[in-house]
T-cell receptor
Framework: NAGVTQTPKFQVLKTGQSMTLQCAQDMNHNSMYWYRQDPGMGLRLIYYSASEGTTDKGEVPNGYNVSRLNKREFSLRLESAAPSQTSVYFC???????????FGPGTRLLVL | TQLLEQSPQFLSIQEGENLTVYCNSSSVFSSLQWYRQEPGEGPVLLVTVVTGGEVKKLKRLTFQFGDARKDSSLHITAAQPGDTGLYLCAGVRGNNRLAFGKGNQVVVIP
């Protein structure tokens, strides 16, 4: 049972480059999330999708876009990467918004 | 402003000692979740507390939800090196979204 999978696991970008982080879940969950985690800052919500077909901004959406491709997949795109976006990115899913969240293993991104 | 304040931010103890960490807020939550995150991995749910005053035990871990549902504590008895990790509390707000605290980093020294 894979749960939540994320690709890639590691990525190095140059300032200004773009990339898409992929996330998929096989638990038939309705809600999906993207967080970033930085030292001393905890988990900060970037975007979330309460259900298929909807997306909403979280606490720190600037510089990011998301796509809820279908019920399983929720991608995060950085159009023009900046060093401030160096972080560990976690995707999570839950049956509904208030329920237990299941996290992926994370993507470690370094922007030079 | 952080909705959930966790203290202490960092705690280092010897194996076999007891410890308590706290999660506090001025807001009332309908429920509160505790997660543990090990290095290089995503957070994993430990427990959910729902009723004010509720106490839940998970082996050597005891979780308590405050009577007013604004705060919670996690007590570990006879800590083991395997208890090392970042403990995150998360409260369910009125908009049904979870709000996470910054975490309590616990290190248990063998």
């Amino acid at each position: 049972n894979a749960g939540v999978t994320q690709t890639p696991k590691f990525q190095v970008l140059k300032t200004g480059q773009s990339m898409t982080l992929q996330c998929a879940q096989d638990m038939n969950h309705n809600s999906m999330y993207w967080y970033r985690q930085d030292p001393g800052m905890g988990l900060r919500l970037i975007y979330y999708s309460a259900s298929e077909g909807t997306t909403d901004k979280g606490e720190v959406p600037n510089g990011y876009n998301v796509s809820r491709l279908n019920k399983r997949e929720f991608s995060l795109r950085l159009e023009s990467a900046a060093p401030s976006q160096t972080s560990v990115y976690f995707c999570a899913s839950s049956e509904w918004l208030q329920e237990t969240q299941y996290f992926g293993p994370g993507t470690r991104l370094l922007v030079l | 402003t952080q909705l959930l304040e966790q203290s202490p931010q960092f705690l280092s103890i010897q194996e076999g000692e007891n410890l308590t960490v706290y999660c506090n807020s001025s807001s009332v939550f309908s429920s509160l979740q505790w997660y543990r995150q090990e290095p290089g991995e995503g957070p994993v749910l430990l427990v959910t507390v729902v009723t004010g005053g509720e106490v839940k035990k998970l082996k050597r871990l005891t979780f308590q939800f405050g009577d007013a549902r604004k705060d919670s504590s996690l007590h570990i008895t006879a800590a083991q090196p395997g208890d090392t990790g970042l403990y995150l509390c998360a409260g369910v707000r009125g908009n049904n979204r979870l709000a996470f605290g910054k975490g309590n980093q616990v290190v248990v020294i063998p």
